[in-house]
């Protein structure tokens, strides 16, 4: 296809539609009617110019001028609380149950070096000389040292959102980083476990890990599910990358990005659960094994809620996709 030739022999029709689509509020019927001729004949255009001659420049004017005009044709749909509870009892379980083969190993293995690197850290002196003076390890691990005092160092309220939004942040930066490629999710993973470790093991080595385990357990276990199943999800989005499987690789980009969008959200509701725990119950009076079976319920109600919920909705074709009507394409396209 000549792409010049092609241009010069629909322009014409592709300004009439933007001339159109400018007044459209105040189009008459037989306006109204060429507005539709003009989309789905300008609908066709894109079609050839994508699959014969893909021009950035015009496929990203046409991709722009055919959104505005379907938008004008169908009309703009408004969010309801039907659509949030459709995402929240369907799409979102079931977008995490399907990216379990990837978050569930990506979590035991994450588990897994925290616990190595805690032991070699808590085991040998020479690397605890290296993160820190020893009066400044013993400020931080003595009773009423700063990994005690940091939970309850701002008021509960303004802490727990301090503490969501990073959270949040880093499984958004996971998820992603994903699209390009696995490596910086790899690395925000292995800074996480890092700092895990380090806790673990500057907190044993004084004798107080069941001090540090209290402490973080009750929001940690919900928090970490959460980056892991972000971290998880970021990692098949850049195994996409690399083997899409049998669609295109743009096609299979672009329904695992809308999924994995879908997924940022519910898992900022998630992370915004054990923000508040560590916010609320980490830093309150009540016992240990109080705040820890806190920590336990939350963890179970969100892997019931993923497997239960999730699994019936994957069983039963839902995929974490917005819903077929509302996708203008099946691959992205240049703006």
Known sequence: MDVDVFVSAHRAEWDRLD???HRQRR??????DELVALYQRTATHLSLIQSSAPDPQLTGRLSQLVARARSAVTGTRRASWRDVTHFLAYGFPAAVYRSRHWWVPTALLSTAIAAILGWWIGTH???????????ELRDLTRPGGQYETYYSSHPAASFAAQVWTNNAQAAAMCLVLGAFLCLPVIWILFQNMLNLGVGIGLMSSAGRLDTFLGLVLPHGLLELTAVFVAAGTG????WTLIDPGPRSRRAALAEEG??????????????FVSGAIEGFVTPSGLPT???????????LAFLVYVYVLGGRAARAGATGDVEEAERSASVPTAA
């Open 19 to 21: 001339a159109l689509l």
């Open 235 to 238: 990692l098949r989005l850049g």
């Open 289 to 299: 094994w109080a705040r820890i079976a806190i920590g336990i319920a939350a963890e």
């Open 27 to 32: 189009l008459t019927g037989a306006e109204a």
């Open 125 to 135: 002196p020479e690397v605890q000389s290296s993160i820190a003076a020893p009066s």
């Open 258 to 271: 809308r999924a994995a969008l879908g997924m940022a959200i519910g898992l900022a509701l998630v992370l």
